[in-house]
């Protein structure tokens, strides 16, 4: 069946490099997201990848996507107070197919 | 600046009562999903429609949860009778193949339900 693991927490010093890790379990997913939420607000989407590439980077943030062993990555680089959330990685089908989420990362920013 | 919109945001009610809880989709957008976020088991899909037509409800619990599109602008989430495990962050999203190929699933802002 379909799954999204990924750990629960993770606790990074400020300005170093967070690295949050994920596994799935369809091989077929065509879309692999990473979504930030912070504390009482909605999902916000914050890259995506298609399965077709292997990373990403859009500023501070860079995707790599291992198809083999279904296992994508999000690398915030220097990491700053604000970035203190939770990261969902997610899957789909297609961009108009449902998504499974994993469980979230919650990160911690320390000083 | 297209986004889903959900209202209400909040939703305070008693054990038994109705709730409905609406989305309305990003215009143009053919495909409407409605999850659940709870802190037991994270975001799970409710269910979703496409073209107005439901596609999977799989996710939902059949006798108390209903979920409609009356027309394309509007989705429905109706739960009755709620219980207090109802109580979770209910999200709408809507997405469509046609608007180009980086568009993706666009979320509202969420309805927090609380049952007591």
């Known amino acids: 069946g379909e799954d999204v693991e990924q750990s629960l927490f993770l606790s990074v010093r400020e300005g170093d490099s967070s690295v949050i890790n994920c596994t799935y379990t369809?091989?077929?997913?065509?879309?692999l997201y990473w979504y930030k939420q912070e504390p009482g607000a909605g999902l916000q989407l914050l890259t995506y990848?298609?399965?077709?590439?292997d990373m990403k980077q859009d500023q501070r943030l860079t995707v790599l996507l291992n198809k083999k062993d279904k296992h994508l990555s999000l690398r915030i680089a220097d990491t700053q107070t604000g970035d203190s959330a939770i990261y969902f990685c997610?899957?789909?089908?297609?961009?108009?197919?449902?998504?499974?989420f994993g469980k979230g990362t919650r990160l911690h920013i320390l000083p | 600046d297209a986004r889903v919109t959900q209202t209400p945001r909040h939703k305070v009610t008693e054990m038994g009562q109705e709730v409905t809880m609406r989305c309305q989709p990003i215009?143009?957008?053919?495909?409407v999903f409605w999850y659940r976020q709870t802190m037991m088991q994270g975001l799970e899909l409710l269910a979703y429609f496409r073209n107005r037509a439901p596609l999977d409800d799989s996710g939902m619990p059949k006798d108390r949860f209903s979920a409609e599109m009356p027309d394309a602008t509007l989705a429905t989430l109706k739960i009755q009778p709620s219980e207090p495990r109802d109580s979770a962050v209910y999200f709408c999203a809507s997405a469509s193949l046609i608007r180009g190929p980086t568009d993706t699933q666009y979320f509202g802002p969420g309805t927090r339900l609380t049952v007591l």
């Open positions: 990848i298609f399965s077709n590439m």
């Open positions: 215009l143009g957008h053919n495909t």
């Open positions: 369809d091989s077929s997913s065509t879309y």
């Open positions: 997610a899957e789909s089908l297609d961009r108009d197919d449902k998504i499974i």
